[in-house]
Nanobody
């Protein structure tokens, strides 16, 4: 069974940091592009970042560039999203997703259940 399980969300003050994790199982993690996508009530689904399966090339949405860092550990079948300098507008439910496409693909083969991130003072 394909599973993606996110963790690491929570409540943080503006300017703070969080590190999200996504543990994968049931498929060959190392050959999949991994992505983080977030959902907010007002903006719907928004792609955040992707990392390639091969050389770890990353791509970011303009809204998070220079604040968020995506990474992966293929030995642990885990993807990460380090989020720094968090803003209230980063408040969302964050989903991990797996794709057989490139980092520019927005079609995903598997999704996790998500983890809530709330940025508020």
């Amino acid at each position: 069974e394909v599973q993606l399980v996110e963790s690491g969300g929570g409540l943080v003050q503006p300017g703070g940091s969080l590190r999200l994790s996504c543990v994968a199982s049931g498929f060959s993690f190392s050959v999949y592009t991994m992505a983080w996508v977030r959902r907010t009530p007002g903006k719907g689904l928004e792609w955040v970042s992707s990392i390639s399966s091969g050389d770890g090339t990353a791509a970011y949405a303009d809204s998070v560039t220079a604040r968020f860092t995506i990474s992966r550990d293929n030995a642990k079948s885990t993807a990460y999203l380090q989020m720094d300098a968090l803003r209230p507008e980063d408040t969302a439910r964050y989903y991990c997703a797996a794709s057989t496409g490139t980092i520019y693909s927005r079609t995903y083969d598997a999704w996790g259940q998500g983890t809530q991130v709330t940025v508020s003072s």
